[in-house]
């Protein structure tokens, strides 16, 4: 063999045995990723091509006393089309019919939709767009149309299921209800929503995507992977009446008096529910919002309806009685270094029972000095006995703190108790302060406030807020009866006689307390004062408690609780009269409504069904289609409330028990 056929001989084997080499690394790294590390790998492609999406749980809904929504999820739906997975066939046959009743629900013409979806269809779009933000009866609708009803693969049909929350009432009650945190969504801190974040959020679910073009995911299947658990209801205090009229009422005077802010609370007395909260705050456009939760959070020194509070203990501790004389000299006299005065030139010598109903300082700061000088704490032995030096533990976050001063104290001198006697030296929320007068209207009796009568899961009840005692009673019942007698007078002849009314009886304190008096050189150039009204109604045997306070009216209009508060007061108290009769006289028992009988009969004649068929209740109320279908053994989900305006399986239909039926109601 010649030199140079040799060398060509070497070099190919020289080339052969390197690629054989390089042929036998390639093999040992295939099987090290597809036996070794093929989970790893498996893994990391399944990662980048498909993901597990949660899907958010419905909250619960937030109900106000009667069955009506104050807050609800509502289920919208997004609907997609993959022009890809659509066989040509498919595609032909169903196009026009598809079009057709797209354009019969969405009112475009049938071209604009064969338009798009031809022009999907070119561009290989597996993500084309098609409706936005559906109900659940029009996305049923929509799934069952022509192509569409063939499911993902064949028909091409996704569709992304969201929830948005609403509140029927708009943006009445708004801080008590509570909102979605901005940048959190899901996550509720405020209001109802928050106080029961546990029991309405329910539990996500999850549903698996496919990566597409363009980052862009798709469902895998039409079905989730595991179906969210939906919250539970809550069913509030809230009357929706009340508050309305408590909304209307305070709006009205805050306008009226040019004020920052205010706020409203209706407490019914025997249980401590609360059937309205109003908050409203001046926006730098100059409308009024809910802007904080004014009731609950905001400590203020309450001024005059503070006197109540003191009056109540020196009775009880039977150190004055209604008849002790005061003398208030001509308005203004000096105690301790500091001035305290009365409006207009004084009342001369009075009782204490016209000390309480003309609300004067003076003849509160002595009396109240002159029993407890010696003995301060037993003042405070009082306040601390009804636990008016803590909050009260209401379930809504954020409730102010009361302050009520120690003798140990570095705020506490020999002016704190008088001036504690008039309403000043300690801070109390409006709530914390109407929970004491609504003890005075039960007898003594001082209950917690609630916000929820209970919770339920689907119709079951799991929890129920019972009434809950703070203080058996407060003071004995001729204490009790006393200053009750008072608050009604101050109504007929006292600082709140402008309110008095033949037609209905009220009872209350007025209050009007300088705002940020600390510095008295600053406040002299911008005088701002608090005007409040607290007390219930009827005086007799009173049903609801009410407080009412606003900041900083204009003081060219007027800033005396009488004047500013007061006639919201009165406004609500009236029209609760008015628009809620606080006793009903029912005649003729016997007698039938033919129109109920008419119902009722054809309830049952639904009912008694053999079969286990789906009944058509549209049409039926509510709750009487919740009971007929749940006794049939479905499940049912209401959406809404009112009349069933659709029903998502159709009558006659069979499908298995236990089956979830869904209800539209309006």
């Known amino acids: 063999m010649s030199k140079p056929e040799k060398n060509i001989l070497n070099r190919f084997y020289f080339v052969a045995g390197f690629m054989f080499f390089l042929a036998v690394l390639i093999a040992i790294k295939l099987a090290d990723i597809q036996f070794v590390q093929g989970d790893k790998y498996r893994a990391i492609a399944a990662e980048n091509t498909t993901k597990n999406v949660e899907i ?3 909250r619960g809904n937030v109900y106000a006393d009667d069955g009506s929504l104050l807050a609800s999820s509502v289920p919208k739906y997004d609907i997609h089309f993959d022009a890809v997975t659509v ?6 046959e169903n196009l026009v019919p598809l079009s057709k009743e797209l354009s019969k629900m969405f009112g475009k013409p049938q071209s604009y939709y064969q338009k798009l979806f031809r022009k999907a269809r070119t561009a290989k779009n597996q993500y084309l767009l098609v409706a936005r933000d559906l109900g659940y009866s029009q996305y049923i609708e929509v799934k069952k149309m022509p192509l569409f009803r063939k499911g993902p693969n064949r028909g091409g049909f996704i569709s992304e299921q969201k929830t948005v929350r609403e509140h029927p009432m708009g943006k009445i009650a708004e801080r008590l209800v509570g909102n979605e945190n901005k940048g959190k969504p899901g996550y ?21 995507k496919q990566k597409i073009s363009k980052g862009r995911w798709k469902p895998v299947y039409d079905e989730n992977e595991v179906e969210p658990q939906d919250g539970y209801d809550v069913i ?17 005077q805050l306008e009226e008096y040019d004020a920052d802010h205010g706020c409203v609370i209706v407490m019914e007395v025997a249980t401590g529910q609360i059937k309205a909260v109003s908050n409203l705050g001046k926006g730098t456009n100059g409308k009024y919002y809910e802007r904080r939760n004014y009731a609950i959070w905001e400590s ?63 003849g509160f700061a002595k009396l109240i000095n002159e029993a407890y000088k010696d003995q301060p704490q037993k003042f405070l032995d009082h306040l601390i006995e009804w636990k008016m030096d803590t909050t009260l533990g209401v379930d809504i976050k954020g409730e102010g703190m009361p302050v009520i001063h120690k003798l140990d104290s570095d705020y506490w001198s020999r002016n704190a108790l008088p001036s504690m006697a008039y309403g000043y030296n300690l801070q109390m929320t409006p709530l914390q302060i109407l929970t ?45 009866d006393q200053v009750r007698a008072i608050l009604k007078n101050i109504v007929v ?20 307390a300088r705002k940020e008096y600390a510095n008295y050189e600053e406040w002299l150039k911008e005088k701002k004062y608090v005007s409040s009204f607290s007390g219930y109604f009827p005086a007799e045997n009173p049903k609801y408690s009410c407080i009412v306070v606003i900041h900083e009216p204009s003081t060219a209009k007027g800033y005396y609780g009488a004047d500013v508060t007061g006639p919201v007061f009165k406004r609500i108290a009236q029209k609760i009269y008015t628009d809620s009769p606080l006793k009903d006289e029912v005649n003729e028992l016997e007698a039938g409504d033919p129109e109920m009988i008419q119902d009722y009969e054809a309830y049952f004649e639904k009912a008694s069904i053999v079969k286990r068929e789906v009944p058509n209740v549209k049409g039926m109320a509510a709750m009487d289609a919740v009971s007929l279908l749940e006794n049939l053994g479905y499940k049912v989900k209401i959406n809404g409330v009112g009349t069933v305006r659709s029903q998502s399986i159709n009558a006659g239909s069979t499908p298995k028990i236990g089956t979830q039926i869904t209800l539209t109601v309006s």
């Not at 309450?302 to 203990?313: C, D, E, L, N, Y």
């Not at 009314?501 to 009872?507: G, I, P, R, V």
């Open 56 to 58: 958010p749980a419905n």
């Open 436 to 480: 004491f007068y609504n003890a005075l209207a039960n007898d003594g009796k001082m209950v917690k406030p609630q916000f929820i009568k209970e919770i339920r899961a689907w119709n079951e009840v799991i929890l129920t807020q019972e009434t809950e005692v703070i203080d058996n009673r407060i003071a004995s019942q001729n204490t009790i």
């Open 236 to 252: 509030s205090t809230i009357n929706v009446n009340m508050q309305d009229i408590a909304h209307h009422a305070l709006l009205k």
């Open 87 to 92: 066989s040509k066939e498919d595609f032909d």
């Open 493 to 512: 002849r006292g600082t709140g006689k402008s309110l008095y009314s033949e037609n209905f009886s009220m009872a209350g304190k007025t209050g009007t």
């Open 300 to 362: 203020i020194e309450p001024g005059s309806t503070f006197k109540t509070v003191a009056m109540t203990i020196a009775l009880e501790d039977k150190v004055i009685d209604t008849s002790t004389v005061v003398d208030t000299k001509n308005g203004k006299i000096r105690m301790y270094g500091r001035d305290i005065t009365d409006s207009g030139n004084g009342y001369g010598e009075i009782s204490a029972a016209r000390a309480l109903e003309v609300s004067s300082n003076i």
């Open 188 to 208: 509720y801190s405020i209001g109802l929503e928050g106080a029961y974040q546990e029991y309405l959020s329910g539990k996500n679910g999850r549903r698996l």
